[in-house]
């Protein structure tokens, strides 16, 4: 049997019983380094790939192999879903090789990291932050990398979640009827997070809150921002018959901070 052969099928026996003290100081950085390649490919834990590539670093320090093996580190470890762990590998690739190729990818993993944890509206706002920190890293520092469009897509992604937070805040204060409460929130949406998807309804529900408040030119003023940049859209409609059915009409008027956000749209200046 060749020897490379035998090697193959020795290491990756040791790998599949589990045993997790297999000697490979005997083996070169190279040969480990393919068995940790191997595990991923194969669909086995990604915890058995990390093994390999930690010992690669460990037996076979300022190397290639190690500088790849240690990206490699940062992408099983996310893999695993080992976000932590993953975020401290990918800065100590960044730390080490800030010039290399692969620093672009270490930057995306680490974004990766906190973008992945973000699972529903209601959970801590603070990984987004973190996510949208991390994120324009990679767009500003490696515009030119494979990773900048998709890090600007989930950027995009990221940012929408924020804003569905604050709508999601402010409709509840909406239907306890704390309207000042909801209208900050809508307020915020308007203002900070006017390219997002939540913009209309925003706008719609600013109407509702400063009709129920007795608003009316702020009323009248979100209706005709909202009408001139979502005309076709259902919360166009539902802000149309809200006015209606107090005899108004979407107008600007009066001096308010929407008022000039309406100035600011008919500049071209906002969205």
């Known amino acids: ?20 003290d297999v000697p490979l100081e005997n083996y070169t950085a190279e040969e480990i380094y393919r068995q940790g390649e191997l595990a991923l490919e194969s669909g086995r834990k990604p915890d058995e790939a990390l093994r390999y590539f ?57 974004a990766l990291s906190y973008y992945d944890q973000i699972e529903d509206v209601g959970r801590d706002q603070g990984l ?31 940012f929408d979640h924020l804003a569905a937070k604050e709508m999601e805040i402010g409709r509840y204060y909406l239907k306890r009827k704390h309207y000042t409460a909801a209208i900050n929130r809508f307020r915020t949406v308007v203002q900070d997070f006017q390219t997002t998807t939540h913009t209309a309804e925003a706008l719609m529900r600013l109407v509702e809150c400063y009709l129920a408040l007795g608003f009316e030119a702020e009323a009248q003023t979100a209706a005709a921002i909202l009408g001139y940049n979502y005309q076709s859209s259902p919360f166009y409609d539902d802000a ?11 107008e600007a008027k009066g001096d308010n901070w929407l008022s000039a956000i309406y100035r600011q749209m008919i500049r071209g200046e906002w969205l």
């Open 54 to 110: 930690q010992e690669v670093e460990r037996l076979y320090p300022y190397t290639q192999f190690a500088k790849r093996a240690l990206i490699m580190q940062t992408f099983a470890l996310h893999k695993s879903k080992k976000y932590e762990e993953a975020r401290m590998a990918a800065q100590r690739y960044l730390d080490l090789y800030p010039g290399d190729e692969d620093a672009a990818y270490a930057q995306y993993l680490m």
């Open 128 to 158: 987004t932050f973190q996510a949208l920190k991390s994120l324009r890293d990679v767009i500003e520092k490696y515009p030119d990398s494979e990773y900048a469009q998709s890090a600007i897509l989930k950027f995009d992604l990221a």
């Open 1 to 20: 049997m060749a020897p490379s052969l035998a090697l193959v099928l020795l290491l990756s026996a040791c790998g599949g019983g589990g045993n997790k």
């Open 240 to 250: 149309f018959r809200l006015l209606k059915g107090k005899g108004l009409q979407p």
